[in-house]
């Protein structure tokens, strides 16, 4: 199992959007996806203007094979909704030792 570690600045008073909007919008279409276990949503206590999304996959080669025009398609429908982009701080990849 692998896991995407994605870590976003979004304002306090956002948030509530920015999680209804990622769950209807992001979470349903990695869903769908071969390979997609699970996303947990995490906040930083210390930091409240951050969000952590943390997305479980059965493998690196499953997370590869989702089309990458279908997550720019479903990146720009997010974004459309809200109508703006929230910064994206980091960026990890990993495998869960066994």
Known sequence: ???EWLKFHVPQRLQTRFLEADERIR???LAAQPGFIRKQV???LEF????ILVIHWASRTQW???PRML????EAKFRA???QEFTLLESKFFEVAE
């Open 1 to 3: 199992m692998v896991v």
């Open 71 to 74: 997550l720019r398609a479903t």
């Open 81 to 83: 909704e809200l109508g």
């Open 27 to 29: 979470t349903s279409v």
């Open 48 to 51: 409240p203007n951050v969000i």
């Open 64 to 66: 590869e094979e989702v």
């Open 42 to 44: 995490w906040q930083e």
